[in-house]
């Protein structure tokens, strides 16, 4: 049986090596993956986001979280695909064209893959052609970061080309504000992470 | 005391923002946001007379930001506190550490010109006369590169108003040396300011793949920028857009042996290293916090600072006045002694579980204050950790420049993990300085340091997988 209660202490610790093995034991005894994520990750991935936005956790302890959270889900992606299992819905995230910062856009996607989303990871330097390939792989919603006041604007950019389209964009990091978002257009704001988890919930349910 | 002196002016309208109407009549104001109004910096009070903000009449008296008020009438008072002014008689650094000048018969002048501060010496027979230092008056336009940059690109007209601004303050140096018997000047600075300094514009150093327009800068006469001396002027060159003259200077003047590494602590910090493999170079965006920005009592090292802290109510504050805040030497000493005494976790938490410190009465941290800080030494370490491991080798010597390093306590910087343990440090002082006093007293230096801007493999930090794990590791307190 696997200790599901260990596994969501060591995500929340931070504790990349407990999380590994952990997963890789309840994968050697055929623990149905959707337990593993269902019981272990996913709900430990939202627990340290609400302590987030209570101010009960800032940015480093949820990095380490993250970064725990990654190691397991590595071990378990492959074995995700091959089970079919069913996700909340598709959001591709990336950082602007310009831009080479990727330790923010990373945490928004392990968490939103933490919250059950299937996650297109885009990298950095993503320009308009980068997003396109995203919507044509069936991403319903684009996730840009930015953090150079220099790049900012690129975000405008995309809103603007993908405007009357289907696809939501939701912008966000450290530069970036409510008040910006409304400017450009945008569908949406993540204050921080656990915001940009919200802000996909709240766009998916309107869906 | 805190200087609780209160200006009060008239003021007529006019289509001028009004900081440049105070900055021209002697009133400069804290303009470190660049005037975006997300500061708070520059908060006066309105007195009497019709102002809007944001398209609003506000009711008067009221305070509000200058930088975002407009007079609706001919004329109207207000009264702006001193602590929303530019501070001056900061801590700033003109000394370095090795090394002795080159002869030189005729008198020169040597310039340190920082994106904060510009420090200046005059030098004559090898000795150095005088000593001068301020701030740099672009600080109204943004207090950190990109801002400059992004305003430079704004027109024309933004270039050359920051280009003026640079050599205004330069001017006031000058004046205070005597420049009009000296027979050279020669300025190093980062390669965003050595650019706009030359009237070039520095949009591609903001942009990807960031190539500086030039790097090599001509020789000239220094009244042709508007500076008021006749000498010729000569530039330190740069390595790349983010490891300027400013760190070539340093090179040449510390000459690194294998094994040893230059790091420059400041908004951004730099990173030069002697590896095996020859000199390698990178440069780790730190940000401001340990400037004071971003941290709700964080100030530079000017007076008021807490700039020693031992533990609760024990502090030493530069000139010996009562508290106003806190700038970086003083933060970092909070986090060694707190974490120390058991009362921050790893994560920088406060322990018991409260959001904010008091320091003293008109002083504390928050939480979120600590994160900045914990995000600021992150960069620097990880920087330094990721350099090292890309080179597979470690410094064994490492040399720290610029000011802040002149007054951090190192075992507090080692203690919380912002610079590595069991490495032989030297403070190098203002080694930007020393290098342009070599320029200065030995123009034929030039070759020397046109060599040194050659050799640096400049690393970018992001293409090394091993850095977003050692930024990571590195947030937390050992
Ligand atoms: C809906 O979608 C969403 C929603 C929410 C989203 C979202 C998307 N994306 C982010 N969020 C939000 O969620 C996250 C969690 O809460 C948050 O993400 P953040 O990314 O904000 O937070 C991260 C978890 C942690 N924060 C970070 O990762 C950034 C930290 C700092 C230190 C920083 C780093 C680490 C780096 N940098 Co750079 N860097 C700085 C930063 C200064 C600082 N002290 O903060 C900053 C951002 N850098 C800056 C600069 C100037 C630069 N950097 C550069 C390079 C680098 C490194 C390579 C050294 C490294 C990046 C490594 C990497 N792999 O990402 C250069 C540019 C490269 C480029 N083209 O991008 C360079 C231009 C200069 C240089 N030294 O080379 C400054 C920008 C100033 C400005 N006015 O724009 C800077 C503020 C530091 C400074 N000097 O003042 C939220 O913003």
Known sequence: MTDFAALQAAVLKGNRNDVKDIVQQAIDNQEDINAILDRGM?????????????????????????????????????????????????????????????????????????????????????????????????????ACSSLLTTTMPYMKEVVEHFKGRKVKIIIGGAPVTQDYADEIGADGYGEDANGAVKIVDKLFQEA | MPDKTIHRLTILRSAEPLPEVLARHGFPLDLRCGGKGTCGRCLIKLLNGRWECDGQELPVPIQAKACQVRLLS??????????????????????????????????????????????????????????????????????????????????????????????????????????????????????????????????????????????????????????????PLYTVPAISAYIGGDL??????????????LVDIGTNCEIIFHAPQGLVC???????????????????????????????????????????????????????????????????????????????????????DIAQLLKAKAAVASGILALEEHCQSQAGKIFLAGGFAQYLNLNNAIAIGMLPAGREYCIAGNTSLAGAAHLACQPDFTATLE??????????????PAFEDHFIDNLMLS
């Open chain 2, 74 to 231: 001919d004329s109207g008072e207000i009264a702006i506190p001193e602590i929303s002014l530019q501070q001056r008689n900061g801590k700033m650094s003109s000394d370095w550490a090795f090394g002795s000048l080159p002869e030189c018969a005729e008198p020169v002048i040597a310039i340190d010109l920082g994106t904060t501060t510009i420090a200046a010496v005059k030098i004559h027979q090898g000795r150095i006369l005088k000593r001068a230092s301020c701030y740099n008056a672009q600080n109204r336009f943004g207090d950190n590169i990109i801002a400059r940059i992004s305003h430079a690109e704004g027109s024309a007209e933004s270039l050359v108003e920051l280009q003026r601004a640079a050599v205004a303050s330069i001017n006031e140096l000058l004046a205070e040396l005597e420049a009009e018997n000296v027979s050279r000047i020669a300025i190093a600075g980062n390669t965003v300011m050595s650019t706009i300094l030359h009237g070039i514009d520095p949009s591609p150093l903001g942009k990807i793949p960031f190539i500086p327009p030039l790097r090599v800068f001509p020789v000239r006469k220094a009244s042709e920028l508007g500076l008021k001396a006749e000498a």
């Open chain 2, 451 to 464: 060599k040194y801007i050659e050799s640096p493999q400049e690393i970018h930090l992001n293409s090394l």
């Open chain 2, 282 to 368: 990178a440069a780790a965006a730190a940000g401001p916090a340990f400037e004071g920005a971003g941290i709700h009592c964080g100030m530079r090292a000017v007076d008021g600072a807490i700039e020693h802290y031992f533990g609760k109510d024990k502090f030493s504050v530069i000139g010996d006045t009562d508290p106003k805040g806190i700038c970086g030497s003083g933060m970092l000493d909070f986090l060694a002694v707190e974490r120390q005494a058991g009362h921050l976790n790893e994560f920088g938490r406060l322990q018991p579980q409260r959001e904010t410190v008091a320091l003293a009465p008109e002083v504390f941290l928050h939480e979120r």
């Open chain 2, 248 to 261: 070539t200077a340093g090179l040449a003047e510390l000459r690194l042996a294998p094994g040893e590494m």
């Open chain 1, 42 to 142: 996913i709900p430990a991935m939202r627990e340290i986001g609400e302590r987030f936005s209570r101010n009960e956790a800032y940015v480093p302890e949820l990095l380490i979280a993250a970064r725990a959270m990654q190691a397991g889900l590595t071990l378990l992606e492959p074995l995700i695909a091959a089970s079919g299992r069913k996700t909340l819905g598709k959001v591709a995230v990336g950082t602007v064209k310009g831009d080479l910062h990727d330790i923010g856009k990373n945490l928004v996607a392990i968490m939103l893959k933490g919250a059950g989303y299937d996650v297109l990871d885009l990298g950095v330097n993503c320009d308009i052609g980068k997003f396109e390939e995203a919507v044509a792989q069936g991403a319903s919603i684009l």
